[in-house]
C-alpha cells in the first residue's frame, strides 16, 4: 500500500509564492516518477510537473520558468516551488507517484492565488 500526504498550500496573493511537498511511504519500486497535478473548478485533472528518479523534469508550458520541482529519492520526497502565482494558478493541486505502471495519488491541497 502506497500513501501521499501532501503539505504547503494556502492562500497568496498574485506575485506571490508557495512551496508545496509531498512524502510518499509504502511499497515504491526505485525507478519511479513523483509529481504534480492540477484541478481547478470546472476543469480537467491537468499535468504541473513530473520528476523521475533519474532527475529528468518535465514541465506543462503553463508553469515554465515559474514553477521549480525537486526531489529526494531516500525519503520518497518532491517538492514544488512556485513562484509569481497567477490567480489562474488557483486549483487543487495532487501529488502521484507512478511505480510499477500504477499510479497513486494524494488527497490534494488547495491553492488559491487571489488579493
Known amino acids: 500500500q502506497v500513501q501521499l500526504v501532501e503539505s504547503g498550500g494556502g492562500l497568496v496573493q498574485p506575485g506571490g509564492s508557495l512551496r508545496l511537498s509531498c512524502t510518499a511511504s509504502?511499497?515504491?519500486?526505485?525507478?519511479?516518477?513523483m509529481g504534480w497535478y492540477r484541478q481547478a473548478p470546472g476543469k480537467e485533472r491537468e499535468l504541473v510537473a513530473r520528476?523521475?528518479?533519474?532527475?529528468?523534469?518535465v514541465y506543462s508550458d503553463f508553469v515554465k520558468g515559474r514553477f521549480a520541482g525537486s526531489r529526494d529519492n531516500a525519503k520518497n520526497t518532491v517538492h514544488l516551488q512556485m513562484n509569481s502565482l497567477k490567480s489562474e494558478d488557483t486549483a487543487v493541486y495532487y501529488c502521484y507517484v507512478r511505480s510499477l505502471s500504477l499510479t497513486y495519488w494524494g488527497n490534494g491541497t488547495l491553492v488559491t492565488v487571489s488579493s
Open positions: 509504502g511499497s515504491i519500486f526505485s525507478d519511479n516518477a
Open positions: 520528476i523521475t528518479s533519474g532527475g529528468t523534469t
